[in-house]
């Protein structure tokens, strides 16, 4: 049904380079949180969204990946060895996979996290990211921060946005084999903005990103307000950002996560990710907003609440939510 297969696309972009025999390599990406969410593909091969998507690196808080040749395929994460039957095993591999010709090593992937687990925001975008960085220096190719972007999208979708720290935005593209749908820095500073993360519930979802975002599409007749609502949601948070307006990049965002749930909530049997406790938390930032704090709420695909709010109301937030853990994208940290 889709012309292109991921090979094809990695053969495009390396041409000549291989993976070398001795291939090691390290290298740190940050997560993100998206401001205007990718949700849905043009092309499940590819990753080619449907949507264009804006978000925010979280700085200090990712994956940091180093690999090396290895007598078999061994993944550790945070110390802890996995089986080679295990899902997130496999989903790596096949990925590295990609770029290994006959000659190329097995390989010994090691990743730490600094994505507090707890928080529910240990997403496969940092680690793929990584990833892909990680082989690009194992190579030694060089490879174009736009050339990373694309690569990693093949692996997740949102990997594409964590090869770069700060505001990212990634654009959907229209070309089949998606040469043109890759992320970019939007190069801007905001020192004030802060992400906070409240992890109200870390049990393992029952439904994954991927395939919530294929169902939605795929049953959900709310989606096809989706790409109209995005078109708003993107250009209007986008121009917040240039402006540093922080009411309408926070109410946009807002909307926008709220918008993505609704559209899961059309799919039969419905779609829900949240839980009590998010409404709960969604309505006590409404109310810190009543009383004149200016704090807004994102959700991504489960139950977790990520706050946006500016440094002078962080004592408010910490008030109202003691165990909020407060992010600085913009500070200038060792990573
Ligand atoms: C709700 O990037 O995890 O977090 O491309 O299938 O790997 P795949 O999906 P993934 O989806 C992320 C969805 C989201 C919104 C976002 O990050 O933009």
Known sequence: ??????????????????????????????????????????????????????????????????????????????????????????????????????????????????????????????????????????????????????????GSGSASRSIYHGFVEWHPGVLENGMDCFAESLYLQWPELRVGLLALNTDTKKVGSREGMNRTVRESVLYQCWPDTVSRDLAEIRTAVQERDFTRLGAAAESNACSMHATMLGCRPPLLYWLPETVETLHRVWGLRNDGVSAYATMDAGPNVKVLFLEREESALREAFPLLDVIQPFASVEV
């Open 1 to 154: 049904m889709f012309a292109l297969k991921k090979t094809e696309i990695v053969q495009k972009i390396l041409g000549e380079r291989v993976l070398p025999t001795d291939a090691s390599g390290e290298a740190y990406a940050p997560a993100n949180i998206a401001l205007c969410k990718y949700w849905g593909k043009r092309d499940p091969e590819l990753n080619l969204p449907v949507n264009g998507s804006l978000s925010i690196s979280l700085q200090e808080r990712g994956t940091r990946v180093s690999m090396a040749p290895s007598e078999r395929d061994t993944l550790l994460i945070n110390d802890e060895l996995l089986a080679a039957d295990d899902p997130k095993h496999v989903r790596l591999f096949d990925f590295i996979d990609l770029f290994r010709v006959d000659s190329a090593p097995a390989l010994r992937v090691d990743t730490q996290s600094s994505i507090p687990i707890a928080a529910g925001l240990a997403s496969s975008a940092s680690a793929f990211a990584a990833v892909v960085m990680a082989l690009d220096r194992a190579g030694g190719w060089n490879l174009f921060a736009r050339e990373l972007s694309i690569l990693a999208r093949m």
